[in-house]
């Protein structure tokens, strides 16, 4: 059984929903940058549904942009 199983909380302060995902603080790292504190649990970062979709458009972004950046 796993933390988000467990009753997590998000790992985004302020926030207290909680959470349906756990991803690693790198691949979160792009949420920081949009000014969010994350809460850092043994290299993992759980995050509400809310949080979740926003660092999926973030990171699609980002994405987006590392293509262009190689195919010129």
């Known amino acids: 059984m796993g933390r988000v199983a467990k009753g997590e909380q998000c790992g985004v302060e302020g926030c207290g ?5 756990s991803v690693s603080y790198v691949e979160a790292k792009v ?3 949009q000014g969010y504190k994350l ?14 979709k926003e660092l999926k458009k973030l990171r699609k972004k980002e994405e987006k942009a590392e293509r262009w950046r190689f195919k010129t």
Do not use: D, F, M, T
């Not at 809460?39 to 979740?52: A, D, P, T, W």
């Open 17 to 21: 929903n909680n959470a349906e995902y």
């Open 31 to 33: 949420l920081e940058s």
């Open 39 to 52: 809460k850092q649990i043994h290299g993992r970062v759980y995050l509400c549904k809310k949080h979740y």
